[in-house]
């Protein structure tokens, strides 16, 4: 007994191969889709990481530059001649015998001619 709904479709391996082909073909493609657009995705991130990466290297060449600097005035700052520099020019200090001479901004109450000679 023989009923058409549940006969085997017996077809040689030589019909069959396309069609498996063609099914794992599609399968292949379906994983391939997600690991191009990763491929893209991690492109582009590696791409960002290294600009960043130069980016902080070029700061820390900047730090690098300005701590040496940084160094090289405290070495001058602890030395005799700027000790000396600075108490003239900012503290308005003196060696023992020397004078301060301090500008002002005042305008001069009248001639010197006249302080000096007396005369009007």
């Given at each position: 007994?023989?009923?058409?709904?549940?006969?085997?479709?017996v077809r040689s391996d030589?019909?069959?191969?396309?069609?498996?082909?063609?099914?794992?073909?599609?399968?292949?493609?379906?994983?391939?889709?997600?690991?191009?657009?990763?491929?893209?995705r991690s492109t582009g991130v590696e791409r960002t990481n290294?600009?960043?990466v130069q980016r902080?290297?070029?700061?820390?060449?900047?730090?690098?530059?300005?701590?040496?600097e940084v160094k090289d005035a405290l070495v001058f700052a602890r030395t005799d001649a700027f000790t000396d520099y600075y108490?003239?020019?900012y503290l308005?200090?003196?060696?023992?015998?020397?004078?301060?001479?301090?500008?002002t901004d005042a305008q001069p109450a009248g001639s010197w001619l006249e302080k000096f000679v007396g005369k009007k």
């Open positions: 007994m023989t009923s058409a709904p549940f006969s085997r479709d030589s019909e069959r191969a396309p069609r498996l082909l063609t099914w794992v073909s599609l399968a292949l493609l379906i994983l391939a889709v997600p690991l191009a657009i990763n491929l893209v290294l600009a960043e902080m290297r070029t700061e820390v060449q900047q730090a690098q530059t300005r701590r040496n108490a003239r020019a308005r200090w003196a060696k023992a015998g020397e004078t301060v001479v301090v500008p």
